[in-house]
């Protein structure tokens, strides 16, 4: 995530340019970082890596060809910056609304949208899906990133209208 954040910021090796990066992971976390919408796969890295980046699986390597042998296949991913992204807000304002969204994977992302807001705050929570359109019965891997930028604009602009929200932290 920092590398992303990066990315997002234009700093570190991102400051030059658009930096292309080919990387290694589990061949697991390699499926999640590319799975499309709908994919029970989909997860808080798919969006936050597909918002900032063109991410290709591009192969996997087998276990055995590594010494020491790894219990795990390697999947190699390619993510390209994208000139503009898909998501044009700060990282920190993107990664909350993701991280909350799929905080409750398997339920519904109305439960997610929930934990944005203070406890009684429902009205701000109908908000949300009534300008996003939405349905609050969507389970967060089904929803594409059009929905999620969706999401991201609507509490971008009720924290702008409710001062200090924007730091309100459920925990």
């Not at 890596?49 to 010494?67: E, F, N, R, T, W």
């Not at 994208?82 to 909350?96: E, R």
């Not at 905080?103 to 908000?127: M, N, S, T, W």
């Amino acid at each position: 995530m920092q590398w992303l954040e990066a990315v997002s910021n234009r700093t570190g090796p991102f400051s030059f340019g658009r930096t292309r990066m080919l990387l290694t992971f589990q061949k697991e976390v390699a499926e999640r970082l590319v799975a499309p919408a709908n994919d029970v796969q989909r997860s808080r890295p798919s969006i936050m890596a597909q918002y900032l980046c063109s991410v290709k699986h591009c192969y996997d390597i087998p276990g055995a060809a590594c010494v020491p042998k790894p219990k795990v296949d390697i999947g190699v991913v390619h993510l390209v910056p994208l000139k503009q992204p898909l998501i044009n807000l700060p990282f920190k304002l993107v990664d909350k609304v993701v991280r909350s969204v799929f905080h409750f994977r398997q339920k519904y992302c109305r439960r997610g949208v929930e934990i944005l807001f203070p406890a009684g705050r429902d009205d701000l929570v109908a908000e949300m899906f009534q300008v996003t359109v939405i349905d609050p019965t969507t389970k967060p891997y089904n929803l594409t990133m059009d929905d999620f930028k969706s999401l991201c604009w609507a509490y971008h602009d009720i924290c702008e209208r409710i001062p200090g929200l924007i730091d309100y932290d459920y925990r």
